[in-house]
T-cell receptor, first 112, second 110 residues
């Protein structure tokens, strides 16, 4: 089992460009999450999906959209990238209930 | 008071030392607690779960003090490979959306 996979691993964008970060899990988990991690700020929840067909905002949703494509896949879209979105993005999944989460390897995004 | 607070450290300890970190939380309704480990430039990985008073796994012991609303992580006989950032995670009561602390950095030196 691959666990949680994310693509791409690295990305450089110019301000105003758009892109989609992909995440997939093969553990048959119900819940999936997108976080960003910035120095000194810890992990902050952007969006989550408690189950297939549902999505909800987390702590820092502005500037992002998500799609729960099916039970396996949860994508994060930046419509018009800004330098403030330079960060490391982690996708995670959990069975639901107590969040023993499994994380993907992360995407390092730089917006110039 | 922030929801989940941790001393960022770094804690610098020699190999073989015992070290403990605390994590305080504000939501008294929280029922489950977690410690994650994050190596530099890597993803967080679950280290221990704490559902009642505590949990022990080899050199690692997690304790829960509900009255004072904190959890602790004790590492005995520290190894160089224990060097990492340790994240405390507390889901608010009634929700499984986790709140992460900012992490405590541990550096174990020879």
């Amino acid at each position: 089992n691959a666990g949680v996979t994310q693509t791409p691993k690295f990305q450089v964008l110019k301000t105003g460009q758009s892109m989609t970060l992909q995440c997939a899990q093969d553990m048959n988990h119900n819940s999936m999450y997108w976080y960003r991690q910035d120095p000194g700020m810890g992990l902050r929840l952007i969006y989550y999906s408690a189950s297939e067909g549902t999505t909800d905002k987390g702590e820092v949703p502005n500037g992002y959209n998500v799609s729960r494509l099916n039970k396996r896949e949860f994508s994060l879209r930046l419509e018009s990238a800004a330098p403030s979105q330079t960060s490391v993005y982690f996708c995670a999944s959990s069975e639901g209930g107590p969040p023993e989460q499994f994380f993907g390897p992360g995407t390092r995004l730089t917006v110039l | 008071r922030k929801e989940v607070e941790q001393d960022p450290g770094p804690f610098n300890v020699p190999e073989g030392a015992t070290v403990a970190f605390n994590c305080t939380y504000s939501n008294s309704a929280s029922q489950s607690f977690f410690w994650y480990r994050q190596d530099c430039r890597k993803e967080p990985k679950l280290l221990m779960s704490v559902y009642s008073s505590g949990n022990e796994d080899g050199r690692f012991t997690a304790q829960l003090n509900r009255a004072s609303q904190y959890i602790s992580l004790l590492i005995r006989d520290s190894k160089l490979s224990d060097s990492a950032t340790y994240l405390c995670v507390v889901p608010p009561g009634g929700s499984y959306i986790p709140t992460f602390g900012r992490g405590t950095s541990l550096i174990v030196h020879p």
